[in-house]
Nanobody
Framework: VQLQAFGGGLVQAGGSLRLSCAAS????????MAWFRQAPGKEREFVSA????????YYADSVKGRFTISRDNAKNTVYLQMNNLKPEDTAVYSC??????????????????WGQGAEVTVSS
C-alpha cells in the first residue's frame, strides 16, 4: 500500500485543519488505518485509528473531542478532521495502514505501511 498525506499547514490556535491520506496499490478496505504524530524532539505518538469498516474509532486522550477520524473506502482515503487546535498539536502527522490491528491500534509495530508526513503548525 502506498500512502500519501495531504492537508497540513499553519493555523492559529483554535482553528481547524483536515488531513487526508490517499491509498493506492492494494485493497484499501482490507486495512485498518491510523494517524500518528511526531513533534520536534519527541517520540512518535498515536493520535487516532479506524478499523477497516469504519465502524470503530479510537483516539488518544489528548485529542478526544477535538479530532475526528473517518474513511471513505470508495475513495481509498482516510481523513483526520482537527478542530480547536492547540500549539501542542504541532507535529508531523503520518498515516499508517495495517491488517488485523485489533486492540493494539495504538502500537506503531502493528502497521506495515506508512505515508510521508504532513506538517501541522499551530501558532499561539
Amino acid at each position: 500500500v502506498q500512502l500519501q498525506a495531504f492537508g497540513g499547514g499553519l493555523v492559529q490556535a483554535g482553528g481547524s485543519l483536515r488531513l487526508s491520506c490517499a491509498a493506492s496499490g492494494r485493497t484499501f478496505s482490507d486495512y485498518d488505518m491510523a494517524w500518528f504524530r511526531q513533534a520536534p524532539g519527541k517520540e512518535r505518538e498515536f493520535v487516532s485509528a479506524i478499523n477497516w469498516t469504519g465502524g470503530r474509532t479510537y483516539y488518544a486522550d489528548s485529542v478526544k473531542g477535538r479530532f475526528t477520524i473517518s474513511r471513505d473506502n470508495a475513495k481509498n482515503t482516510v481523513y483526520l478532521q482537527m478542530n480547536n487546535l492547540k500549539p501542542e498539536d504541532t507535529a508531523v502527522y503520518s498515516c499508517a495502514a495495517g491488517r488485523g490491528v485489533g486492540v493494539t491500534y495504538y502500537a506503531t509495530r502493528r502497521y506495515d505501511y506508512w505515508g510521508q508526513g504532513a506538517e501541522v503548525t499551530v501558532s499561539s
